[in-house]
C-alpha cells in the first residue's frame, strides 16, 4: 500500500528554511539517497519531461506531459535524479538529471583491456560502493534567463550544451546548480543560482499537456515559490497516486 512505503521524518531541513515534518519519504529518497523519483506538478498532476527521451539529444527542453506513455516509461523519460552538486553557503545544491538516456558506465572488463588512460577517461566518478556512475543530462539554464525569449533551459550532459547555457566565468555546472526548497505543503521549488529571483515555471505560465519548462520570475519573493511551479516528488511506484493525496 501506498502508506505503508512511508517513514516517520522528524525536522528534516532540506535546501531550505522549511522543516521537513512530513511522512512523505519521496523527498528524502530523492535528496538523500538519491533515488530516482517523478517530478508531479502540483497543478495539473502533470509530470515533467525530456522532450527527446535519446542519450544524444543536448539542445532540447523539457515539458509537461500529462499521460505516461508506454515509450516514455521504457526510456526512463518520467524518472529524475536529483544529485548532490555542492553547497552555496550553508544551503546545499543539486544537478536535475534524467534517467532517460543515461550512458551506462563502461564495463570493468572493458576498462581494463583499454589501459589506464582509457579508464581514467571513461570513469565519470564513483559512488559510495564503488561502482562507476553513469552520465546523466542535466538541465542547464540560459544564462540570459528568464528575460530572455528563447528557450530557457536544456538537458544535456555538461560537457556538450551549448555556450549560452555554460558558466560564465568558464564552469559548465554553474548554469546546471539548483537550491532546492521543500514547500510547506510538501512539494519542492527549483530556483537556479545563477538566477536567485527565477524559478522553475512554465512557458506563458501556462501548465498545459505539453507545456515547455521554461524560468519563470517568482513573484512570490520567497522561495516557497507559488503552486503553479511545485512539483511532489513521487517514487516509481507511486507515480499515479494523485498529487493532492498529500494534503488528506
Not at 499521460?67 to 536535475?96: E, M, S, V
Not at 550512458?103 to 583499454?114: D, E, Q, R
Not at 513521487?234 to 507515480?239: A, C, I, T, V
Amino acid at each position: 500500500m501506498y502508506t505503508q512505503e512511508r517513514t516517520v521524518m522528524s525536522n528534516l531541513v532540506v535546501g531550505g528554511p522549511v522543516a521537513v515534518n512530513s511522512y512523505d519519504n519521496a523527498i528524502v529518497a530523492a535528496l538523500i539517497e538519491n533515488r530516482p523519483v517523478m517530478l508531479v506538478h502540483a497543478f495539473n498532476g502533470g509530470y515533467l519531461r525530456p522532450v527527446e527521451l535519446k542519450e544524444d539529444s543536448h539542445d532540447k527542453g523539457v515539458k509537461l506531459a500529462t499521460a505516461l506513455d508506454p515509450a516514455t516509461k521504457d526510456a526512463q523519460g518520467h524518472l529524475w535524479h536529483i544529485t548532490p552538486g555542492g553547497f552555496f553557503g550553508q544551503r546545499p545544491l543539486y544537478f536535475i538529471e534524467s534517467a532517460a538516456g543515461q550512458v551506462p558506465p563502461t564495463p570493468a572488463v572493458a576498462a581494463g583491456a583499454a589501459g589506464a588512460a582509457g579508464a581514467g577517461r571513461a570513469d565519470t566518478g564513483r559512488g559510495d560502493d564503488g561502482v562507476p556512475k553513469p552520465r546523466r543530462r542535466r538541465i542547464s539554464v540560459h544564462q540570459e534567463a528568464p528575460k530572455s525569449t528563447a528557450d530557457t533551459v536544456q538537458l544535456g550532459l555538461p560537457d556538450k550544451v551549448g555556450d549560452k547555457w555554460r558558466g560564465k566565468n568558464g564552469a559548465i555546472e554553474d548554469t546546471q546548480l539548483w537550491v532546492v526548497t521543500v514547500t510547506p505543503w510538501g512539494g519542492i521549488t527549483f530556483v537556479p543560482i545563477t538566477h536567485p529571483d527565477a524559478i522553475l515555471g512554465f512557458k506563458d505560465h501556462a501548465v498545459t499537456a505539453d507545456a515547455e519548462a521554461r524560468l519563470t520570475y517568482n513573484w512570490g519573493g520567497d522561495f516557497t515559490g507559488t503552486v503553479i511551479n511545485t512539483f511532489y516528488p513521487r517514487l516509481p511506484n507511486e507515480w499515479n497516486v494523485p498529487y493532492h493525496h498529500v494534503f488528506t
